[in-house]
């Protein structure tokens, strides 16, 4: 599913994501503030990853048709908690 995620930097700490779901394309903007990405990443991974394994993280746990159009990485944490802290750290420790 990573591959097929299209992740487009649009500037302060905000991302376009398309998902492919059915045949369409699902758009939701992810942001993130300066720090929520330091409590995600102390190693200071980098963000584009960052926003790229957290929707890959929502798609496997959700139908991409039912993600919001706005995600804050803050309110994933938030929602999620150490599941997705725990498993965020553990994507972005392999290449």
Do not use: C, N, W
């Not at 299209?6 to 302060?12: F, N, P, R, S």
């Not at 929520?36 to 926003?51: F, W």
């Not at 746990?61 to 990485?73: F, G, H, K, S, V």
């Not at 938030?78 to 965020?88: I, V, W």
């Amino acid at each position: 599913m990573t591959g097929d995620i299209g992740i487009e930097a649009l500037g302060d700490h905000e991302y376009l994501v398309s998902f492919p779901a059915a045949g369409e394309t699902v758009l939701s903007r992810f942001q993130a503030t300066d720090a929520t990405l330091e409590k995600l990443s102390p190693a200071r991974a980098d963000e584009q990853r960052i926003v790229a394994e957290t929707a890959v993280y929502l798609s496997e746990r959700q139908p991409t048709a039912d993600l919001p159009p706005m995600i804050d990485l803050d309110d994933v944490a938030a929602a999620y908690g150490d599941d997705y802290l725990e498993e965020l750290g553990r994507r972005l420790a392999t290449l």
